[in-house]
């Protein structure tokens, strides 16, 4: 599992890397919090090179999306494929999520 | 009824036929407990996201059957692979590789009852990954929507009904996102409505996880509605694998006396019948 | 009938079967304590807490009240005995000597046997029985880690501290009987309580406290995990569990008694 940042006009695009599972998610929820100190950021999180995302995913994903929220910020989710939108919809997570 | 089980087939057929490996092979399996032979040679495979049904009446070696593909019992002679990996001779932390690949929803449900339901779902998550409490919340509130009951996180197993339990339990078998579930008799002592949902449970976390689910049970009505393959045990041994249309169109005298839940066939309940009269008059 | 030769040759087999899985037992449980940390796995912090809340803090009432009357049972009985001697002050070494060396280290393991061990193989019992132990196995949880181990370091911790509270309400209940009854100066009665009172009598009550912590978590623990045949199983679980502790105790207190013994301890 990897991340990379980059920056353009004032959003922050994660590019996520590997797996999203139960032994990838502890190291994602940390890389966020020390990610994500600033209010009023604007981030896009890519999935494009996630192929699988697992209930431990998902949450914490959400609780990014917390974090953002606390921060008066923005997050989008993009790139997802079919596979990794269909666990979004199972969960019902997609009307939770801004997914473009 | 029929309609329901006849449209799950198709949209699951193709599932299956998607995904094609086996992630259960049991050979040769033999099981004696003293001088009763419970497993006498059982042969299964069971195939990547199918739900593959065990019947057979009380005693016919089901729950053993189902014990040995998870590790729990060892055979006397056999061999049993698991998710690719031969579990017949593993032990200890080796086994528990493999089990945490698993679920397991147990016939009395079997939740821990000096938990609340929120400490049972979570203890798989608590002790075997380094996720944060924050996170697992989330993932607990998940499981129980799943399992519709989202809000019960503070009640002991005490407070709920059987029907609940049976959920909680599979909240639980859900919490580390098996690759198979087992279950064990699931609709078992619920009435029909509460069963008719266990079954719905079923169908959904197959479908919707793509999981792979293995259901021991004796409800027929149960095993028309979720199967996509059965396998008829009878007397230690499987008499046939088939689709349920296989099953149903079955020449096994056997086979068909189960289905239509005959008194009178070649499964006899009563072996002694003759000397009963002499019996009693010794 | 069977055969008499036979049955004591199956009581023979069936003790030695079960005392070997005690050992095992054992020896798993050891290994989690010391092994386990490096592994990270261990049992967890507040389980062993909740346990030896349960083990230790709720039984100091009843540890109180069984010790305050064995202290003044003691003063009594001696010095029925030693008022002929006219050595009535020797009452106070009495209490208190053979509260710190017996008496303390036995009640206290009695009473945490019949009020502890009970429960314990009662729960566990109660969990095998109804699939909740195959189920932490099926959850890839080892149910030695999990629910022994908080229970052996409990009751290995807790045994010892209340015997010391042990002993020492036992020499205040010997206390009121010399100082109300007797008529002994309250000093002097402390006094002479401690200065016969060797280190020695103290930390071999103490090791065999310890000792009997042990023997009640490894027959609490290993007859409730053995546990078969729904609720009147547990019942018979549960005093088989009792019994055997109180005999084992009687046991290792006379074998450690005499090991101190002829070691000149």
Request: aromatic share 8%; glycine share 8%; hydrophobic share 45%.
């Amino acid at each position: 599992m990897e991340i990379n940042k980059e920056e353009k006009n004032g959003i922050l695009t994660f590019r996520v890397k590997g797996d999203i599972d139960i032994t990838s998610s502890p190291d994602v929820k940390k890389y966020f919090d020390t990610a994500l100190t600033d209010k009023n950021t604007r981030i896009v999180i890519s999935l494009k090179e996630v192929e699988y995302v697992d209930s431990s995913g998902l949450a914490t994903l959400v609780e990014v999306l917390k974090r953002i929220r606390t921060l008066s910020g923005q997050m989008k989710l993009s790139d997802l494929s079919e596979k990794v939108k269909s666990l979004f919809e199972i969960t019902k997570l997609d009307r939770l999520f801004d997914i473009v | 009824m029929m309609d329901i089980s006849t449209d799950d087939q198709t949209g699951k057929i193709t599932k299956v036929i998607m995904k094609n490996d086996t992630v259960i092979e049991v050979k040769d399996l033999v099981k004696k407990f003293g001088d009763r032979t419970v497993l006498n040679g059982v042969n299964l495979e069971v195939k990547r996201g199918e739900t593959f049904v065990i019947m057979g009446g009380s005693g016919c070696g089901k729950s053993t059957l189902l014990r040995h593909m998870i590790g729990n019992i060892k055979p006397n002679s056999g061999r049993v692979s698991l998710l690719g990996e031969d579990i017949t001779d593993l032990y200890g932390s080796d086994l528990d590789t493999v089990r945490k690949k698993i679920g397991m929803s147990f016939q009395s449900s079997a939740l821990f009852d000096s938990m609340t339901v929120f400490e049972n779902v979570s203890l798989p998550l608590r002790e075997h990954t380094k996720l944060e409490s924050s996170v697992i919340d989330i993932m607990v509130k998940m499981k129980l929507e799943l399992v519709g009951l989202r809000g019960f996180e503070r009640l002991m197993p005490s407070e709920l009904s059987g029907g609940m339990k049976k959920r909680v339990g599979l909240a639980r078998a859900i919490a580390m996102d098996p690759e198979i579930i087992f279950y064990d008799e699931p609709t078992a002592g619920l009435d029909p409505i509460v069963a008719s949902i266990i079954d719905k449970l079923i169908i959904d976390l197959s479908k919707k996880l793509s999981i792979t689910s293995v259901v021991v049970t004796h409800d027929m009505k149960s095993v028309m509605a979720i199967a996509d393959r059965v396998a008829m045990l009878y007397e230690g041994k499987v008499l046939q694998v088939g689709t349920v249309e296989e099953i149903k169109g079955s020449k096994s005298e056997m086979v068909q006396q189960f289905i239509n839940g005959d008194y009178d066939g070649p499964i006899r309940f009563f072996q002694q019948k003759d000397d009963y009269l002499e019996k009693l008059m010794q | 009938m069977e055969n008499p030769v036979a049955s004591i040759g199956k009581v023979v087999i069936n003790l030695a079967r079960h005392t070997s899985s005690i050992l095992v037992l054992f020896f798993n449980t050891i290994q989690w304590i010391v092994i386990g940390p490096f592994k990270g796995k261990t049992a967890s912090r507040q389980s062993i807490f909740q346990q030896m809340v349960f083990a230790g803090v709720q039984s100091v009432i009843i540890v109180f009240f069984i010790s305050f009357f064995t202290g003044i049972v003691i003063a009594m009985q001696s010095a029925y005995q030693l008022k002929q001697l006219g050595a009535i002050i020797y009452v106070a070494p009495m209490v208190s000597v053979s509260m710190a060396r017996e008496l303390g280290p036995v009640f206290t393991a009695l009473v945490v046997a019949g009020r502890v061990g009970s429960a314990i193989t009662a729960e566990l019992g109660t969990m095998k029985v109804s699939e909740q132990i195959e189920s932490l196995e099926t959850l890839a949880i080892d149910p030695v880690r999990f629910l022994v181990v908080p229970r052996f370091l409990a009751l290995l911790v807790m045994v010892p501290c209340l015997t010391i509270i042990s002993d020492i309400v036992g020499v205040l209940g010997g206390l009121i009987v010399g100082v109300f009854s007797l008529k002994i100066n309250m000093y002097r009665y402390f006094a002479f309580s401690f200065d016969l009172l060797a280190w020695k009598d103290i930390w071999t009550g103490l090791v065999k406290s310890g000792v009997f912590g042990v023997v009640i978590a490894m027959i609490s623990c290993y007859v409730g995990l053995d546990t078969r045949g729904g609720a009147e199983g547990v019942g018979k679980a549960t005093t088989v569990s009792v019994v055997s502790s109180f005999i084992l105790i009687i046991l290792f207190d006379c074998l450690l008694t005499g090991l101190f013994f002829f070691s000149n301890m």
